[in-house]
């Protein structure tokens, strides 16, 4: 069984930054693909970013290309989310998730993910 417990997370003036970190147990962490999805209140759970196994490769969102940064330390069983430039309308509860496998679907999909944290709450203020 995988854990994943994130922290990180906090209120922060909009412009501000903040890094998200998600440590996870299990001796297979350096194979799994890991990403971090959000959610605000009353939305649906939305894909952020991912990377995979090596950290060479590194997918976003739209809404945080160019603000956000995932990163990985296979050593720690830890992975990152770097924020930068945040905007109120990244207020959202942010949840790590991980994947065994090579994706067959959509990587974006919140059902494409085997494992997920308890999430952690970021809040930007205007």
């Known amino acids: 069984q995988v854990q994943l417990v994130e922290s990180g997370g906090g209120l922060v003036q909009a412009g501000g930054s903040l890094r998200l970190s998600c440590a996870t147990s299990?001796?297979?962490?350096?194979?799994?693909?890991m990403a971090w999805f959000r959610q605000a209140p009353g939305k649906e759970r939305d894909f952020v970013a991912l990377i995979n196994w090596s950290g060479a490769n590194t997918y976003y969102a739209d809404s945080v290309k160019g603000r956000f940064t995932i990163s990985r330390d296979n050593a720690k069983n830890t992975v990152y989310l770097q924020m930068n430039s945040l905007k109120p309308e990244d207020t959202a509860v942010y949840y790590c998730?991980?994947?065994?496998?090579?994706?067959?679907?959509?990587?974006?999909?919140?059902?494409?993910?085997?494992?997920w944290g308890q999430g952690t709450q970021v809040t930007v203020s205007s």
């Open positions: 998730a991980a994947r065994a496998r090579s994706f067959t679907g959509d990587q974006r999909a919140v059902s494409s993910y085997d494992y």
């Open positions: 299990g001796r297979t962490f350096n194979s799994y693909f």
